[in-house]
Nanobody, 120 residues
Framework: QVQLVESGGGLVQPGESLRLSCAASGSIFSINVMGWYRQAPGKERELVATITSGGSANYADSVKGRFTISRDNAKKTVWLQMNSLKPEDTAIYYC??????????????WGRGTQVTVSS
């Protein structure tokens, strides 16, 4: 039913930018919080940024001032603009969303993940 489709990952050099996209589809009644998480090799998955349906955003300290999360409720899409990328940003980035499906059921969904590599 519900599916999160991610895109935008790739290989970039330090200081460059990248924009990730995630679109939700399926039998969706509403979407609450959406967010981005990442997992580097040998590390636990960590929260990068979240955004409410009203547009209120929160960021991990490591990305504040460099990353920007945004969303379009009509398009059921969330983006992560990543600027001034550093090698330590290298990880698999996952999209997450709390989604209500008919008639009244909330569940957390995850995207497949997209690889971001920052290297010289």
């Amino acid at each position: 039913q519900v599916q999160l489709v991610e895109s935008g990952g790739g290989l970039v050099q330090p200081g460059e930018s990248l924009r990730l996209s995630c679109a939700a589809s399926g039998s969706i009644f509403s979407i609450n919080v959406m967010g981005w998480y990442r997992q580097a090799p040998g590390k636990e998955r960590e929260l990068v940024a979240t955004i409410t349906s009203g547009g209120s955003a929160n960021y991990a300290d490591s990305v504040k001032g460099r990353f920007t999360i945004s969303r379009d409720n009509a398009k059921k899409t969330v983006w992560l603009q990543m600027n001034s990328l550093k090698p330590e940003d290298t990880a698999i980035y996952y999209c997450n969303a709390d989604i209500e499906t008919p008639p009244m059921a909330w569940s957390s969904y995850w995207g497949r993940g997209t690889q971001v590599t920052v290297s010289s």
